[in-house]
């Protein structure tokens, strides 16, 4: 997985890839125009920030 955040650049902190440990994201709620910030093919793929998400909320 990429580590940087497609929208910001700043470190994902993605766990998806690690066994031993849940990823931040399992317990958030994205909102769906923060898909509609990052390119089609990203979707899936590349792991938004916690900042971002958070900051697409407001």
């Known amino acids: ?3 940087s955040c497609p929208i910001c650049g ?7 890839n690690n066994p031993d440990k849940a990823c931040w994201c ?6 769906a125009n923060i898909f509609e910030k990052i390119s089609e093919a990203d979707v899936g793929r590349v ?3 916690k900042n971002c998400v958070e900051n697409a909320e407001e």
Do not use: A
């Open 10 to 16: 700043e470190l994902n902190n993605c766990e998806m």
């Open 1 to 3: 997985m990429q580590k």
């Open 26 to 31: 399992t317990t958030m709620s994205f909102p």
């Open 47 to 49: 792991c938004v920030c």
